[in-house]
T-cell receptor
Framework: GENVEQHPSTLSVQEGDSAVIKCTYS??????FPWYKQELGKRPQLIID?????GEKKDQRIAVTLNKTAKHFSLHITETQPEDSAVYFC????????????FGKGTRLHILP | DTGVSQDPRHKITKRGQNVTFRCDPI?????LYWYRQTLGQGPEFLTY????????KSRLLSDRFSAERPKGSFSTLEIQRTEQGDSAMYLC?????????????FGDGTRLSIL
């Protein structure tokens, strides 16, 4: 069945360094890939998304890349700050006979002082 | 507009009881989604509505779960005869458009604890 794998499950980086989180998806019909940030006890918040007709998208310190051939996409955070500490979820949507969205299991990002 | 709101924020109940949660989406959003999230996991899709029509239900959704969106605005999710395994955060999200390929905005969720 459809699946989204996310790595790593935990990531610690020094403040100011870059963080990269990677996801792979199984269904080639996936065509929309959002990323959500969830702080402890709070709602998931959309931080960036990318569609299958684009290879890269950037928004200030955050960028997402998509490789459709390899079926993987990545989140890049540069110049990390303490407020970047959170759990990050990738997701992939599928539009075939069933509209659905599948989330990865999340990456807990720790920004070290 | 304050975004997606969910009520209650927390619900504690005994096993076997029925519970109902409410979600109010962003006012102009025609799509409304329900998810379940357990500790250390991403949100798991349960069901969604386009206006008042329920278009998709996950296989995760047993017969004890039912959702409604009677006027295409707020939605309710009911769990009958609750079980220990129902303990989770129940999240609601809404989006604008006729496709799942649109940004979804989440509420704060309802945390359900089954004693």
């Amino acid at each position: 069945g459809e699946n989204v794998e996310q790595h790593p499950s935990t990531l610690s980086v020094q403040e100011g360094d870059s963080a990269v989180i990677k996801c792979t998806y199984s269904d080639s019909a996936s065509n929309y890939f959002p990323w959500y940030k969830q702080e402890l006890g709070k709602r998931p918040q959309l931080i960036i998304d990318i569609r299958s007709n684009v290879g890269e998208k950037k928004d200030q310190r955050i960028a997402v890349t998509l490789n459709k051939t390899a079926k993987h996409f990545s989140l890049h955070i540069t110049e990390t700050q303490p407020e970047d500490s959170a759990v990050y979820f990738c997701a992939a949507t599928i539009m075939n006979r069933d509209d659905k969205i599948i989330f990865g299991k999340g990456t807990r990002l720790h920004i070290l002082p | 507009d304050t975004g997606v709101s969910q009520d209650p924020r927390h619900k504690i109940t005994k096993r076997g009881q029925n519970v109902t949660f409410r979600c109010d989406p962003i006012s102009e959003h025609n799509r409304l989604y329900w998810y379940r999230q357990t500790l250390g996991q991403g949100p798991e899709f349960l069901t969604y509505f386009q206006n008042e029509a329920q278009l998709e239900k996950s296989r995760l959704l047993s017969d004890r779960f039912s959702a409604e969106r009677p006027k295409g605005s707020f939605s309710t999710l009911e769990i009958q005869r609750t079980e220990q395994g129902d303990s989770a955060m129940y999240l609601c999200a809404s989006s604008l458009g006729d496709s799942i390929n649109q940004p979804q905005h989440f509420g704060d969720g309802t945390r359900l604890s089954i004693l």
